[in-house]
């Protein structure tokens, strides 16, 4: 039996939480928050349908209820198909946070596992993540592995 279960929308709260602890332990301590109700209101809308193409898999925080320890969120993403990838799915995990205190006990490595599942029921086979360092080895251990490909990001201004 797995650790992991799938997040509900009453889990929103905790995964923004988590999202912040994984956050500050790369970029550094932030105290901007004021992303966190908008987060929080995306992940309760985007929890409650059925058939969506957004999951986020939870261990909960042991004798703490309505807590969490650990999570793995990831979407499908659709494009076109082409060599390798015939049906244009693809998927991407993002936001895989254990809380400090309880690393090293497998939670991590259970939300995405739980979520591999949920790529495999969809049919989705290609999925992408950028790994920390610190995550990097665990990421390995379940075969995904460096990509040649490129990366670069425009951040669009949305005032004219």
């Given at each position: 039996?797995?650790?992991?279960?799938?997040?509900?929308?009453?889990?929103?709260?905790?995964?923004?939480?988590?999202?912040?602890?994984?956050?500050?332990?790369?970029?550094?301590?932030?105290?901007?928050?004021?992303?966190?109700?908008?987060?929080?209101?995306?992940?309760?809308?985007?929890?409650?349908?059925?058939?969506?193409?957004?999951?986020?898999?939870?261990?909960?925080?042991?004798?703490?209820?309505?807590?969490?320890?650990a999570?793995?969120?990831?979407?499908?993403?659709?494009?076109?198909?082409?060599?390798?990838?015939?049906t244009?799915?693809?998927?991407?995990?993002?936001?895989?946070?254990?809380?400090?205190?309880?690393r090293?006990?497998?939670?991590?490595?259970?939300?995405?596992?739980?979520?591999?599942?949920?790529?495999?029921?969809?049919?989705?086979?290609?999925?992408?993540?950028?790994?920390?360092?610190?995550?990097?080895?665990?990421?390995?251990?379940?075969?995904?592995?460096?990509?040649?490909?490129?990366?670069?990001?425009?951040?669009?201004?949305?005032?004219?």
């Open positions: 039996m797995s650790l992991a279960r799938p997040a509900v929308p009453a889990d929103a709260a905790e995964l923004v939480r988590l999202r912040k602890v994984m956050l500050d332990s790369y970029r550094g301590p932030d105290p901007d928050i004021g992303w966190q109700p908008g987060a929080a209101r995306t992940l309760r809308e985007r929890l409650a349908g059925p058939g969506g193409d957004l999951m986020a898999c939870v261990v909960d925080r042991p004798g703490r209820p309505g807590a969490l320890a999570c793995a969120v990831g979407t499908i993403e659709y494009r076109l198909g082409g060599p390798g990838n015939p244009g799915t693809s998927g991407h995990v993002f936001n895989v946070a254990t809380d400090p205190d309880l090293r006990r497998g939670y991590s490595r259970a939300c995405v596992e739980a979520l591999l599942d949920w790529y495999r029921t969809r049919g989705v086979r290609k999925i992408d993540l950028h790994a920390s360092r610190e995550g990097e080895p665990l990421y390995a251990s379940l075969g995904f592995v460096r990509t040649p490909d490129p990366s670069m990001r425009l951040t669009l201004s949305l005032t004219s």
